[in-house]
């Protein structure tokens, strides 16, 4: 998962409101491919991809590991990442717990960065309906570190509509960021439907684009959709564009998940 500013992130896959649940009763495998184009003010901007294998212990596990590398301008950066969530039933909820983390380098045309982001979250599913998440997320990267708390809520109106709110607000290093998000799903049988908007102030780092000016404001707007092809093969196509303080970033990414292995039984 990219450290950006919100849920339009180069790996949006767009999975139904119980993705989770839907996996096979025994342990299953997938490979995950995207690819990105983007442009850039100023630059001639450029493009990018990730490979990951997501594995399935059961319905209520999955590890992700993978790797990534993006060119923007003249900076280009690479970076692995290990992703892990379990969910269990306490009392009268599910409750997932998450945690990720992304290591990696990066050279900005002249000087090299490190680039290492963590973060660890829990999600509290109520009634089927409502869910609300509280995440921590550390930032360093190039010449931007901070701490990054974020809140969010998320409301499944029917089978087909769901809305999410969250806000983000950083403490501590100089991220200098405050972000409010709203998006809204929808689920059908034929193709899965997503867009969303983000506004605030936020470092540009965060929305992955490399140079120092902390403290701009971003608006963000993203559309996207996904379908699954004989329960084996998902293809997500999304496009997300952002304005910081009128530096513009518009990319497009095309995303595959390919299931291995046997179908097996679903629930």
């Known amino acids: ?13 767009l999975l139904g409101p119980c993705a989770v649940a839907a996996a096979s009763s025994t342990s299953v495998d997938r490979i995950s491919v995207t690819g990105n184009g983007s442009t850039l003010s100023g630059t001639d901007g450029g493009g990018g991809g990730s490979l990951s294998w997501l594995h399935n212990f059961d319905p209520d596990s999955i590890v992700t590991l993978g790797g990534e590398h993006q060119k923007l301008g003249p900076t280009h950066w690479n970076f692995g ?3 892990g969530a379990v969910t269990r039933t306490i009392g009268d909820g599910r409750y997932t717990f998450s945690g990720e983390a992304h290591e990696g380098t990066g050279e900005d045309g002249v000087h090299p960065f490190k680039y290492h982001i963590d973060a660890a979250g829990v999600t509290g599913t109520y009634f089927h309906r409502l869910s609300t998440l509280l995440e921590y997320r550390y930032i360093d990267v190039e010449t931007t570190h901070g701490h990054l708390p974020k809140f969010q809520l998320a409301y499944l109106w029917t ?5 999410t709110v969250s806000y983000s607000q950083s403490a501590g290093g100089n991220l200098g960021t405050r972000l409010t998000a709203l998006r809204v799903d929808h689920y059908s049988p034929v193709v899965n439907l997503m867009a969303g908007g983000v506004y ?68």
């Open 81 to 83: 990442s290990l992703t």
């Open 159 to 163: 089978p087909h509509w769901l809305t």
């Open 1 to 13: 998962m990219r450290a950006g500013a919100g849920a339009a992130m180069t790996t949006v896959l």
């Open 200 to 267: 605030g102030q936020a470092s540009a780092t965060i929305i992955q684009v490399f140079f120092n000016s902390p403290g701009h404001i971003l608006r963000e707007g993203y559309v996207g959709a996904s379908k699954t092809f004989a329960r084996r093969t998902e293809v997500s196509l999304t496009g997300d564009f952002q304005n910081l303080s009128g530096t513009k970033r518009t990319t497009v990414t095309l995303g595959f998940i390919f299931r291995l292995g046997s179908l097996g039984a679903q629930h």
